[in-house]
């Protein structure tokens, strides 16, 4: 069932249920169906709307500020970069407003994480995680874009590949049957794009799931800790003999009081109301009495509700925080070619010869590869907010789209950075500098080999008229001899792929759950999105996402019966 503000017409109190998700995107809405389908009660709360497809559309504008965070660009700065995150905000979270190309989980970032202390992912003993895999890709109908579905954008990017002798490849998506309007973006109108909306969400209301929409959590309270809940019964730790039975009574008293282990409140608004000049929307207040929590609010979020609830054991929230910058390069072709790249599907082709998936091959370079190259050019506002430029020179590119082409680097980084209540610090490292400048340099390859007549690279300030400027863009990495390129707040750098502030580790003093994603520290509270990565993946990501949730949700089952 999915209930929204209209849906209520006074404060309301649920529960006591087995689990209460906090999010519905693609970690959360996995959870939800697996969950519901094992026997739990489940609770969701989605701080977006719900938009039936018949309520998506062509709107640019209208769409991307009701179906992704207010304010689309949220900033993360650091000393001397500027990450501008972008997420989604409804039901069915980042999914919906995804372009859905889709990778599996890398074997070597789980290589990565086995080395971390995460032993549940070992693909070589853990049958399970290739059969999570396959399962999900079935449910989700993950296939390749036939080769005639290209648009003209993503036959640029193939053609200069395959020039070039660098490998190429037809995207996977989760899609049924694409009626290609090149919308996804926005949402897909005619619900064949198989996101958690119009997947996991809609199978598990079959289990009765509800889902309130509009619904911000706000804090997560504890009720009676237990004596493994470290450092919550810290006190209870450092206590002794009568003052230890004198605790160990005041938390069996709170136990028998309270309806559950935990209290989540929430405050539910009419998510598609617009906002009033004054004031805060009206709300109805929510109150959910749970036995367990998931976070999966996604990165940003579960860290700041985690903080806010004081929720922070060995000072772990909100550390750890990692994304996968990307950045756009535009070409100019030939007035004689209609590109009108925004026609058809958006991304449906990726060079995927310097992904970091390759990085045990002779000629990879782990200085400098680790990255996709994709071609991304989507309708016009959100092309206005993340092409090189600014001012007349930005408005004549506009001007001129139709002409334009446009391939965007994503880089696996390895940077961290931090979440905190009120700020998003990130710096991207040396050697994100030095990969995000080589592929500038691929694509502009890619495109002169094309037929491109002009490139304006995401460097700040640097056009080429020809292929023999290329290596001016190697030269931008350093300036009066300090590091530079893409090391400049001036560098337009975006990304819809975040990890961490709530990590996965073997070690309870620098990170929040275990290999299972259940907090160390605190039995019952759990991490199921993109917060509980320890690394970057290297790859588009809602499908690792997806697979972590789900095995999260088995171990959840495995170690939890329903009440
Ligand atoms: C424009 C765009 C394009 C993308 N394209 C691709 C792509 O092509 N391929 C790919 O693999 N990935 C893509 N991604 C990334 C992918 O969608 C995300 O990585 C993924 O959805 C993250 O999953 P998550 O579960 O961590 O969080 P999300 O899917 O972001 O879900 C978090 C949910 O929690 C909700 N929430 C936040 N705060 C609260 C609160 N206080 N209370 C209740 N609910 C809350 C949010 O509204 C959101 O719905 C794209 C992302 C964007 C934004
Ligand atoms: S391009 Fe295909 S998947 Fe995307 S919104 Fe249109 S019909 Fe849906």
Redesign the pocket.
């Known amino acids: 069932m999915i209930i929204q503000y209209q849906d209520l017409t006074q404060s309301k109190t649920v529960g006591p249920v087995d689990v209460c998700i906090?999010?519905?995107?693609?970690?959360?809405g996995a959870m939800a169906y697996y969950l519901a389908r094992a026997g739990f009660s489940v609770v969701v709360?989605?701080?977006?709307g719900y938009y039936p497809p018949a309520e998506l559309g062509r709107k640019e504008l209208y769409m991307l500020t009701r179906i992704?965070a207010p304010t689309i660009f949220t900033p993360a700065t650091g000393e001397y970069s500027r990450v501008s995150l972008?997420?989604?905000?409804?039901y069915g979270?980042?999914?919906v407003?995804?372009?859905?190309?889709?990778w599996d989980l890398p074997k070597v970032v789980m290589e990565d994480w086995v080395k971390l202390g995460l032993k549940s992912f070992d693909p070589e003993k853990n049958p399970k995680l290739e059969a999570y895999q396959a399962e999900l890709n079935k449910l989700l109908s993950v296939k390749p874009v036939a080769m005639e579905h290209h648009n003209r954008c993503n036959q640029i990017l193939a053609i200069g590949a395959q020039r070039e002798g660098i490998r190429w490849k037809s995207s996977d998506r989760p899609v049924d049957f694409c009626f290609r309007c090149g919308n996804c973006?926005q949402g897909c109108h005619y619900g064949v794009k198989q996101d958690a909306a119009n997947t996991f969400l809609t199978w598990s209301h079959k289990f009765k799931t509800e889902v309130y929409c509009g619904?911000?959590?706000d804090r997560v309270k504890i009720n009676f800790p237990t004596e493994a809940d470290y450092p919550y019964s810290e006190k209870l730790k450092a206590a002794s003999g009568s003052a230890k039975d004198d605790l160990l009574r005041e938390l069996a008293s709170r136990k028998n009081g309270a309806l559950a282990k935990f209290t989540v409140t929430?405050r539910v608004v009419d998510a598609k109301a617009p906002a009033p000049r004054k004031g805060g929307l009206d709300y109805r207040s929510l109150t959910v009495h749970s036995h367990n929590v998931v976070m999966?609010?996604?990165p940003v979020?579960t860290s700041r509700?985690l903080l806010k609830s004081k929720i922070n054991p060995n000072g772990v929230v909100g550390t750890k925080f990692s994304t996968q910058p990307g950045s756009m390069n535009m070409a100019r072709f030939p007035q004689n070619i209609e590109i009108r790249g925004w026609d058809g599907i958006n991304?449906s082709t990726e060079i995927y010869h310097y992904a970091d998936i390759f990085r045990n091959e002779p000629y990879y370079d782990k200085d400098k590869h680790g990255f996709l190259c994709e071609s991304a050019l989507s309708l016009p506002w959100g092309m206005a907010n993340i092409l090189p430029g600014a001012g007349k020179e930005l408005l004549a590119v506009m001007k001129d789209l139709n002409h334009w082409s446009g391939i965007e680097a994503i880089i696996k980084s390895d940077a961290y950075g931090r979440i905190t209540e009120d700020d998003i610090k990130i710096d991207i490292s040396e050697r994100d500098n030095e990969a995000m400048t080589f592929a500038t340099w691929v694509i502009g390859r890619v495109f002169f080999r094309a037929g491109a007549r002009e490139i304006r690279t995401a460097l700040p300030g640097l056009t080429l008229k020809s292929p023999n400027q290329l290596d001016e863009i190697f030269k931008y990495r350093f300036q009066n001899g300090k590091r530079k390129g893409f090391m400049v707040k001036q560098a337009n750098l975006y990304s819809?792929?975040h990890f961490g502030g709530a990590i996965m580790g073997a070690d309870r003093t620098s990170s929040f759950a275990d290999d299972t994603g259940e907090c160390h520290d605190l039995k019952g509270l759990w991490v199921g999105?993109?917060s509980s990565f320890p690394t970057t993946v290297g790859v588009?990501?809602?499908?690792s996402?997806m697979v972590v949730a789900r095995k999260i949700a088995d171990d959840f089952i495995a170690k939890v019966k329903p009440a």
């Open positions: 906090i999010g519905s995107g693609a970690g959360g709360l989605e701080k977006g992704e972008i997420a989604g905000q409804c979270g980042g999914t407003a995804s372009e859905s190309v889709t973006t619904a911000e959590a929430a999966a609010a996604g979020a509700i991304d819809g792929h999105d993109g588009n990501c809602a499908m996402i």
